[in-house]
């Protein structure tokens, strides 16, 4: 049973244009929320992540979003860079383990 | 910030042999490490979670015999294939976690296994 069910699977978006990731769970005990991203033979970097008590986390041109109700937290890239091609993951943590999305392949057109 | 150095970043090696992977917290303490295995254009999968001093705890699937992880000290952790066969060709990827309520986890570039 995946934990984290992440969509789109693969996203385009043209230069400046705004890429979003949407991430949802069903465990309420998840208290961590974060987002990584990876570049192709490379392991995952740690991007934002946020706890379930803020419903907004900013960091540069990366927002997340998160619903706790709706159970469902978003990645927004804003003025997207043909740099931030890669994929994304979104994950969730309780109890010493990491839950992780599917991934997301965007590529940025110039 | 956190930096995790995972070794070697490539390795091929012979059917029936065995290979280790190390992977070290430069400048945090780990008292947990993980090891997930990634395939072409999927995500991370679990493999086993290695806690400082204690025995690892593997996930549902994962034969332990195969792979042989050591958590000896707070800053390394290796993962060893053991008896490595093709299908044991994969990314192979490390990740640490300092202690706290918010750490994140840390990861290793990863090492790409290819067993002829």
């Known amino acids: 049973q995946q934990q984290v069910k992440q969509s789109p699977q693969s996203l385009i978006v043209q230069k400046g244009g705004i890429s979003i990731i949407n991430c949802a769970y069903e465990n309420t005990a998840f208290d961590y929320f974060p987002w990584y991203q990876q570049f192709p033979g490379k392991g995952p970097a740690l991007l934002i992540a946020i706890r379930p008590d803020v419903s907004e986390k900013k960091e540069g041109r990366f927002t997340i979003s998160f619903n706790k109700s709706a159970k469902q937290f978003s990645l927004h890239i804003m003025d997207s860079q043909p740099g931030d091609s890669a994929t994304y993951f979104c994950?969730?943590?309780?109890?010493?383990?990491?839950?992780f999305g599917s991934g997301t392949k965007l590529n940025v057109k110039p | 910030g956190a930096v995790v150095s995972q070794h070697p970043s490539w390795v091929i090696c012979k059917s029936g042999t065995s290979v280790k992977i190390e992977c070290r917290s430069l400048?945090?303490?780990?008292?947990?490490m993980f090891w997930y295995r990634q395939f072409p254009k999927q995500s991370l999968m679990l493999m086993a979670t290695s806690n400082e001093g204690s025995k690892a705890t593997y996930e549902q699937g994962v034969e332990k015999d195969k792979f042989l992880i050591n958590h000896a000290s707070l800053t390394l952790s290796t993962l060893t294939v053991t008896s490595a066969h093709p299908e044991d060709s994969s990314f192979y990827i490390c990740s640490a976690r300092e202690l706290g309520v918010d750490s994140p986890l840390h990861f290793g570039n990863g090492t790409r296994l290819t067993v002829t």
């Open positions: 400048d945090f303490q780990a008292t947990t």
């Open positions: 994950a969730a943590y309780n109890f010493n383990k990491f839950y």
